[in-house]
């Protein structure tokens, strides 16, 4: 039985790595399941046997890109805490707020399929908010129900994952605004856009001033370009 089982995962990874290669060489659009199986030398039925459709591959490298991001690691092994919740705010608001900056343009690609997802059959962002959902949701609860406990916070509403994704869902058409050459939107200066946004959004999830001004600026000092979140991991 443990042997099937270790070959069962070992071909969902040689899956995964020919999937890896077919999608970097010929984008999301240009990558056929069966140019996938072909490169995995298996039968495309095989391959549908692990992932039934393509959506589903490219939804699962991304989560294993996300799971084995240091950054992330690093965050996710945070204790619960307003301070955690801060951060955790604050690097999904950079995260998306430099989308269109970075050079390969691999996150705008992915940001332009997310969308194109809503758009059509919705099932490309439904795997995805799926897998984001569990990896980051429980941080996200913990630390925002500590904050609550310990008077950093109101509760607002019953379900504190929404809160999560209301603010997924700001950052992300903020992001859509700036994806063009010529941005629909114009915010005016990013360090100002980025603390107007975390602002915001920590206020929206319940936050109150005293913690905000107690968290944020500390939280937002260092350079833009390095990371935070290390502190306190």
């Given at each position: 039985?443990s042997t ?5 995962d ?11 290669r077919?999608f970097?060489?010929?984008?999301f659009?240009?990558?056929?399941t ?24 490219y ?55 997310m ?18 959902g ?11 129900e500590?904050?609550?406990a ?30 063009p ?30 913690a905000?001004a107690?968290?944020l ?17």
């Open positions: 039985m099937l089982r270790m070959t069962s070992l071909r969902r990874q040689l899956i995964l790595s020919a999937a890896k077919c970097a060489r010929n984008g659009a240009g990558t056929t069966k140019s996938v199986a072909a490169t995995a030398a298996i039968s495309e039925g095989l391959l549908f046997k692990h992932f039934p459709t393509k959506s589903a591959l939804a699962e490298i991304l989560a294993e890109e996300c799971e084995a991001d240091p950054a992330l690691h690093r965050l996710l092994g945070l204790q619960p805490s307003t301070e955690t919740l801060v951060v955790l705010i604050r690097e999904m608001v950079r995260h998306f707020q430099h989308v269109s900056d970075l050079p390969d343009q691999e996150e705008a690609q992915r940001l332009r399929l969308v194109t997802s809503h758009l059509d059959d919705g099932e490309f962002a439904r795997l995805l908010y799926e897998k984001i569990k990896l980051i949701g429980p941080v996200f609860t913990a630390s925002l500590r904050a609550v310990v008077g950093d916070a109101s509760r607002v509403g019953r379900e504190p994952l929404n809160l999560f994704w209301f603010a997924h869902h700001t950052v992300l058409m903020a992001a859509l605004a700036r994806l050459a010529v941005p629909c939107l114009s915010y005016g200066n990013p360090a100002d856009l980025e603390r107007q946004v975390c602002e915001f959004i920590l206020r929206g999830i319940g936050l109150n001033e005293t905000l107690s968290h600026d500390r939280e937002l000092s260092p350079d833009p370009g390095q990371p935070v979140i290390a502190e306190g991991a």
